[in-house]
Every structure is written in C-alpha cells, then in structure tokens.
C-alpha cells in the first residue's frame, strides 16, 4: 500500500468552480511534488516543493495553484480550468530533492482523477 | 518478446516467459535511472533503480541493464506472471530546463501484457 495519501480520488469539476486537491506523506519526507499524466502517456512534472518550498515550476499555467503548508501536506488548488487539464493528478515524495547521483526513488500516490466539463 | 519501448510501446509475452523492456534516454549527464510500473487506475510503483556508475543492477525476478554508450537501458523480468501486467515506465534524473536543478523525467512507457 502507498504511504501517500492522495485525496480525493475523482473529482468532477466545471470551468467556473475552484476545487483542490490534497497530498499527505507521514514518511518525513522533505521534498513533494506534482505530475500531471493523460491517458497512456508518462507522468510529466508540474511543481517540486524541497523543505516546503518552491523549487520547480515547469511552466505551469497560473490556474494551478500549488501550496505546502507544511512538509507532510502538499496541496494543488484549481481555478477557471478548461477540458483539457482533465488528467490524472500524481502527488509523490521523495526524503530529499533529487539531485545528481545523490538520489533516491519517488514514492508515488494512487492519484486524483480530474474531469473538468 | 523485446520491446524497442518507444516505437513499439506494447509487449505481450506468454506466463513463465522471461520479458524484456527496453528504453532510450536522450541525455547523456543524466545519472540516475528507475524503472517504474503503474497498474491501471493506480500509481507508479518503484521496481529498481540503477546509478551511471554501474551498468548492470538485480532484483528479485528482475535486472536492468544500462549501456551509457549508446543511452539505453532496459528491464528484465524473469519468468514473468499475471500479476505484472502493467505499464513500465523508465525514468531519468536529468537537469531541468533552468539548469539548477534535476528532476526525474519519464520515458513514454511499454504496456506489458502477460497471457496465462
């Protein structure tokens, strides 16, 4: 079972409503992050937090809204999204940022299935 | 059965066979690889990694190969069950756009289907 907790697991949302989504890890990790990946194609990253700030932003359009409140919470809020932001939305974290060789795996949560209409 | 990953992104292999999945990575500083394996309608799940000072790394039931000089890696399962139908996806740690910082960047992924 994944140690990441993602929440919720579907969310159905118009183009005019704000939702978030939520990520815990009780794994004292200090590096979180969030992928987007549609349908059979790979996890692409969207933000990287390291000690509960912002370290990685992938162009990201400024309709998601990433927030740490603290290093065991991971938050993306939604605003004004179109059609195709639908995806699933992948939270994982890591004990450090990866960096060079000094690196560690990714664990990866279940994900939330975003559908805007 | 060999996958050539990313032209032939489908893999089907007959239960107790062995498998191999292969990936291409562009980017020859990147110095971290993993191997990841999503189930439908679940997350990616770790199964091995490999440092670019090593070019062969086992597991249980499976090993990766890495050959920097031609930028391939692959993955072998071996007698391979049921259970591990899924997508495979290599990784790579590479540096980011901004050069500052590394993130680990998908390949485009091998659907393994095994038949009983």
């Known amino acids: 079972d994944t140690e990441v907790t993602q929440t919720p697991k579907h969310l159905v949302m118009g183009m005019t409503n704000k939702k978030s989504l939520k990520c815990e890890q009780h794994?004292?990790?200090?590096?979180m992050y969030w992928y987007k990946q549609k349908a059979k194609k790979p996890p692409e990253l969207m933000f990287v937090y390291s000690y509960e700030k912002l370290s990685i932003n992938e162009s990201v359009p400024s309709r998601f809204s990433p927030e740490c409140p603290n290093s065991s919470l991971l938050n993306l809020h939604l605003h004004a999204l179109q059609p195709e932001d639908s995806a699933l939305y992948l939270c994982?974290?890591?004990?450090?940022?990866?960096?060079?060789?000094?690196?560690?795996?990714?664990?990866f949560g279940e994900g939330s299935r975003l559908t805007v209409l | 059965g060999e996958s050539v990953g990313l032209h032939l992104p489908t893999l089907s292999v007959q239960e107790g066979d062995n498998s191999i999945i292969n990936c291409a990575y562009s980017?020859?500083?990147?110095?971290?690889f993993i191997w990841y394996k999503q189930e439908s309608g679940k997350g990616p799940q770790f199964i091995i990694d490999i440092r670019s000072n090593m070019d062969k790394r086992q597991g249980q039931r499976v090993t990766v190969l890495l050959n920097k000089t031609v930028k391939h890696l692959s993955l072998q399962i071996a007698a391979t069950q049921p259970g591990d139908s899924a997508v495979y996806f290599c990784?790579?740690?590479?540096?980011?756009?901004?050069?500052?910082?590394?993130?680990?960047?998908f390949g485009k992924g091998t659907l393994l289907t095994v038949n009983p």
């Open positions: 994982a974290s890591s004990p450090h940022i990866v960096r060079g060789a000094n690196t560690g795996e990714l664990f």
């Open positions: 990784a790579e740690n590479r540096k980011n756009s901004g050069g500052s910082n590394y993130k680990l960047t």
């Open positions: 794994m004292g990790h200090r590096a």
């Open positions: 980017n020859s500083a990147s110095d971290y």
